[in-house]
């Protein structure tokens, strides 16, 4: 099994401890509200939220995925971080075994954020993952990210 490895660093205006909210602990219900195209629906199959929950993500029409589920390993409201890893779902296809994301909300001088986020994708045997797919999964968080910062900023 392999690993690779990216990295995304997103900056916004909105205050670091609201965008940890809506991008972590609301996501669930904030994401399919403004963005049902990507994300239809989150069912936790498991726990409370916390560590160890395990949810099922049910993706939009927009997707061409089905579902992923996925297994909250860390959060630190504190500290702003969120670690999670997807275990299950079309999303892996054949190739990957799961993939962990790891997310920090960094505050900045300005009262904006930066969003850092770190990608593991754990792959099956010697699969190559293409530049292509990880540009694919990048334009697709970054999408996201701006489509909660503009709900954000219009419901302020």
Do not use: W
């Amino acid at each position: 099994m392999g690993a690779i490895t990216y990295d995304i660093e997103i900056p916004s205006s909105i205050p670091a401890a609201k965008m940890f909210k809506a991008v972590v602990l609301d996501a669930d219900t904030l994401i399919p509200k403004i963005m049902p195209q990507a994300i239809k629906n989150v069912e936790i199959l498991e726990g409370d939220g916390g560590v160890g929950t395990v949810k099922i993500i049910h993706f939009g029409e927009g997707s061409q995925y089905k579902s992923a589920k996925h297994r909250v390993d860390a959060i630190d409201t504190e500290n702003l971080t969120h670690t999670y890893t997807i275990v299950e779902g079309d999303a892996l296809a054949d190739v990957i075994e799961s993939i962990t994301y790891h997310v920090k909300i960094v505050p900045t001088e300005d009262g904006g954020c930066i969003c850092k986020n770190r990608s593991i994708y754990h792959t099956k045997g010697d699969v190559v993952i293409t530049e292509e797919n990880i540009k694919e999964g990048k334009e697709k968080a970054l999408q996201m990210f701006k489509a909660i910062e503009a709900y954000l900023q219009a419901n302020a």
